[in-house]
């Protein structure tokens, strides 16, 4: 449906368009209000800049202070300690060398050579080894004098070996009867340098 | 209340729409002025200076009778009004040429709006003296109008279609007095004046369907007034097409319409 055209509407009095003096009065209030907040405001906002600007100088301040105080604990520590550290003896040098160097032994080429030499009818009770010295004492027992004398043979045989030799022999009871408890004693290339 | 507080609520008052309810509306004619109401029949007052005395810091709306004003339309399209200002120079011409010098003391108001082109002017009341006496009782005087245009509002009330279409007149008779207001599309086209033989309604049959022509109520026309004698007499077809008593001593008011 069509909207009705609205009339011509005219009068003497001009149509009254200006706003009545109290409308002007409320808005010179308001605007007056308004100022008053906005005046508020930016102080209000200066206060908060301020109070956020103190804050962040005490923080960095507090931060400085410390820093300050961590870097003179550590100066205190550090001039407790020792000015140098005292070397180490000789002895303990040695000591720490022969830990190394035993750590180093070649122990798998001195159980190869006893195991690849051992024959049946045999076995080792005692093994000691002096490193250093390359000394070597073994205990066994055999079931005939033959194989200890051939187990002496052999392991002179050996390159690295030397100056093996029965120390003891005698009868003695092993796990099969009636056998040979025997030692010998050698000096093998391997000792330590 | 405080002077300046009562002030405020005069202005205040004032400013609001002149069409605001608790505004007395009053019809003034010449030598007569009466107070329409929307329940009661209307009561004639003294004058409305009276009126202002009587009921100060009230509102007030004037309608203006057809008999203190003039109405011209600028029908012709080729003349060069292309404003209100041009449309008010035109027509001040115009009275001045027919009325005298004393034209070009009236007030005046202009419309120009696409082609409905006119002006209205009050010659018969002192508007001065009117604005002066509201002012002196605290009056606010609202508006001042011409009666043919709050007739108008009045048939956009009671008949909101009417006029929206094709061309018809709303005939507004007061007395001897008769002023048509053509329209079409809800466009005022023009504003004629004519006169009566008698305020009865012989005389008003005889020039509305005398003629027979253009200027002459058509089917679809509108008929309100007041001031005619024998209003039973009148033919059925004015009956049919008149809206409201045309008897009274003045217009009835528009929720009175029937």
Same mark, same amino acid.
């Given at each position: 449906? $069509?909207?009705?055209?609205?009339?011509?509407?005219v009068g003497f009095l001009? $149509?009254?368009?200006?706003?009545?003096?109290?409308?002007? @009065?409320?808005?010179?209030?308001?605007?007056?209000?308004?100022?008053? @907040?906005?005046?508020?405001?930016?102080?209000?906002?200066?206060?908060?800049?301020?109070?956020?600007?103190?804050? $962040?100088?005490?923080?960095?301040?507090?931060?400085?202070?410390?820093?300050?105080?961590?870097?003179?604990?550590?100066?205190?520590?550090?001039?407790?300690?020792?000015?140098?550290?005292?070397?180490?003896?000789?002895? %303990?040098?040695?000591?720490?060398?022969?830990?190394?160097?035993?750590?180093?032994?070649?122990?798998?080429?001195?159980?190869?050579?006893?195991?690849?030499? %051992?024959? @049946?009818?045999?076995?080792?009770?005692?093994?000691?080894?002096? @490193?250093?010295?390359?000394?070597?004492?073994?205990?066994?027992?055999?079931?005939?004098?033959?194989?200890?004398?051939?187990?002496?043979?052999?392991?002179?045989?050996?390159?690295?070996?030397?100056?093996?030799?029965?120390?003891?022999?005698?009868?003695?009871?092993?796990?099969?009867?009636?056998?040979?408890?025997?030692?010998? $004693?050698?000096?093998?290339?391997?000792?330590?340098? | 209340?405080?002077?300046?507080?009562?002030?405020?609520?005069?202005?205040?008052?004032?400013?609001?729409?002149?069409?605001?309810?608790?505004?007395?509306?009053?019809?003034v004619?010449p +030598?007569?002025?009466?107070?329409?109401?929307?329940?009661?029949?209307?009561?004639?007052?003294?004058?409305?200076?009276?009126?202002?005395?009587?009921?100060?810091?009230?509102?007030?709306?004037l309608l203006v009778s057809g008999h203190l004003t003039h109405q011209l339309?600028?029908?012709?399209?080729?003349?060069?009004?292309?404003?209100?200002?041009?449309?008010q120079?035109?027509a001040r011409?115009?009275w001045?040429?027919?009325h005298?010098?004393v034209a070009?003391q009236w007030p005046m108001v202009a419309?120009?709006?696409?082609?409905?082109?006119?002006a209205s002017a009050l010659h018969g009341l002192d508007l001065a003296a009117l604005r002066?006496?509201?002012?002196?009782?605290?009056?606010?005087?609202?508006a001042v109008d011409p009666w043919w245009t709050?007739?108008?509002?009045?048939?956009?009330?009671?008949?909101?279609?009417?006029?929206?279409?094709?061309?018809?007149?709303?005939?507004?008779?007061?007395?001897?007095?008769?002023?048509?207001?053509?329209?079409?599309?809800?466009?005022?086209?023009?504003?004629?004046?004519?006169?009566?033989?008698?305020?009865?309604?012989?005389?008003?049959?005889?020039?509305?369907? +005398?003629?027979?022509?253009?200027?002459?109520?058509?089917?679809?026309?509108?008929?309100?007034?007041? +001031?005619?004698?024998?209003?039973?007499?009148?033919?059925?077809?004015?009956?049919?097409?008149?809206?409201?008593?045309?008897?009274? +001593?003045?217009?009835?008011?528009?929720?009175?319409?029937?």
């Amino acid at each position: 449906m $069509r909207q009705a055209r609205a009339w011509l509407q005219v009068g003497f009095l001009p $149509r009254r368009q200006r706003a009545p003096w109290p409308a002007w @009065a409320l808005l010179v209030c308001g605007m007056g209000l308004f100022m008053a @907040a906005a005046l508020d405001w930016r102080e209000a906002d200066t206060a908060r800049v301020d109070a956020e600007q103190a804050l $962040r100088t005490w923080q960095e301040e507090r931060q400085d202070e410390q820093l300050r105080q961590r870097r003179q604990a550590q100066a205190a520590a550090t001039a407790s300690m020792p000015a140098k550290a005292t070397p180490p003896s000789r002895e %303990t040098l040695r000591n720490a060398q022969r830990v190394a160097a035993l750590l180093d032994h070649r122990w798998d080429q001195l159980f190869a050579a006893l195991e690849a030499h %051992t024959p @049946a009818g045999l076995q080792w009770l005692r093994l000691e080894h002096e @490193a250093e010295a390359g000394e070597v004492q073994l205990e066994g027992l055999a079931s005939e004098g033959r194989l200890a004398l051939q187990v002496v043979d052999a392991l002179a045989a050996e390159p690295r070996w030397h100056e093996v030799a029965m120390s003891r022999l005698e009868a003695g009871q092993g796990a099969e009867g009636a056998s040979l408890r025997f030692e010998l $004693r050698a000096r093998t290339g391997l000792n330590l340098p | 209340m405080s002077p300046w507080m009562l002030e405020a609520r005069r202005a205040v008052r004032a400013w609001r729409p002149s069409s605001r309810p608790g505004a007395a509306t009053l019809f003034v004619q010449p +030598g007569r002025v009466w107070q329409l109401h929307s329940a009661v029949p209307a009561t004639e007052l003294d004058s409305v200076p009276a009126w202002c005395h009587q009921h100060p810091g009230t509102s007030l709306r004037l309608l203006v009778s057809g008999h203190l004003t003039h109405q011209l339309c600028a029908n012709d399209p080729t003349l060069p009004l292309h404003s209100e200002e041009d449309v008010q120079a035109w027509a001040r011409h115009q009275w001045q040429h027919y009325h005298g010098s004393v034209a070009e003391q009236w007030p005046m108001v202009a419309w120009c709006r696409g082609d409905e082109r006119g002006a209205s002017a009050l010659h018969g009341l002192d508007l001065a003296a009117l604005r002066q006496a509201a002012q002196a009782h605290r009056v606010s005087l609202l508006a001042v109008d011409p009666w043919w245009t709050a007739a108008l509002r009045r048939v956009s009330i009671v008949r909101p279609a009417w006029g929206q279409g094709k061309r018809a007149t709303l005939w507004l008779v007061e007395g001897a007095l008769c002023t048509a207001v053509q329209v079409a599309e809800g466009r005022v086209l023009d504003l004629r004046t004519r006169y009566l033989e008698a305020a009865n309604a012989e005389a008003l049959a005889e020039r509305l369907l +005398g003629l027979g022509d253009d200027d002459s109520l058509l089917p679809g026309d509108l008929l309100m007034g007041y +001031g005619i004698d024998g209003e039973a007499r009148l033919p059925a077809v004015m009956h049919s097409a008149r809206l409201g008593t045309l008897a009274g +001593g003045c217009p009835v008011p528009v929720e009175g319409a029937g």
